[in-house]
């Protein structure tokens, strides 16, 4: 049993490219998240889905834009990154909601010089 | 909207002592409080929870504590141990589930 995988784990950008981080779920959650760590800040919250199909915005979201087209799948893009998007980024998935526990993924280190 | 403040953001104790790490939240319509433990270069693990109608839980040396009159609540570790060095982090969610708000951690090391 996989959990929450996260890919990539490590990546480098220029300020203005774009990438996708996917995250994959093998446990049948219908909600999922998308956090940013960065030091001192703990975790925020960028964009959630409740279910395929779906997407929310959280407390960060400018600068983001997500996709959940197939129940076990949710991407996060950055469409021209920037340097202060440069964070640790945490996948999350739950059965029904916020108020349970969270599988969190190991997390991708995006670096945006 | 909901705010959580955690202290202190580092403790040092030495293996065998009690660690204990405090939170408070501003809204008090929240109702669900989770502890999640991470340990350096993974994600979150969700290591004991309580809800509002609770003031206290434990699971073998670890205990939360929740005074809901005062908005506060608390993670209790005993008979600490060199594994349990990690960074914890509290957590306030709201009534609706749409909002799980994180403190900024606690960074925990266990000397031997």
């Known amino acids: 049993n996989a959990g929450v995988t996260q890919t990539p784990k490590f990546r480098v950008l220029k300020t203005g490219q774009s990438m996708t981080l996917l995250c994959a779920q093998d446990?049948?959650?219908?909600?999922m998240y998308w956090y940013r760590q960065d030091p001192g800040m703990g975790l925020r919250l960028i964009h959630y889905?409740?279910?395929?199909?779906?997407?929310a915005k959280g407390e960060v979201p400018d600068g983001y834009n997500v996709s959940r087209l197939k129940k076990q799948n949710f991407l996060l893009g950055l469409e021209s990154a920037a340097p202060s998007q440069t964070s640790v980024y945490f996948c999350?998935?739950?059965?029904?909601?916020?108020?349970?526990?969270?599988?969190f993924g190991s997390g991708t280190q995006l670096s945006v010089l | 909207g909901e705010n959580v403040e955690q202290h202190p953001s580092t403790l040092s104790v030495q293996e065998g002592d009690s660690a204990v790490i405090k939170c408070t939240y501003s809204?008090?319509?929240?109702?669900?409080f989770p502890w999640y433990k991470q340990e350096l270069g993974k994600g979150p693990q969700l290591i004991i929870d309580?809800?509002?109608?609770?003031g206290e839980k434990k699971d073998q040396r670890i205990a939360v504590t929740l005074n809901k009159t005062a908005k506060h609540f608390s993670l209790h570790i005993t008979e600490t141990q060199p594994e349990d060095s990690a960074v914890y982090f509290c957590?306030?969610?709201?009534?609706?589930?749409?909002?799980?708000?994180f403190g900024k951690g606690t960074t925990l090391s266990v000397s031997s």
């Open positions: 809204d008090s319509a929240s109702n669900y």
């Open positions: 999350a998935s739950s059965l029904t909601g916020l108020n349970e526990k969270l599988f």
């Open positions: 446990m049948n959650h219908e909600y």
């Open positions: 889905s409740v279910g395929e199909g779906t997407t």
């Open positions: 309580i809800r509002s109608n609770v």
């Open positions: 957590a306030a969610s709201s009534p609706a589930g749409t909002a799980l708000i």
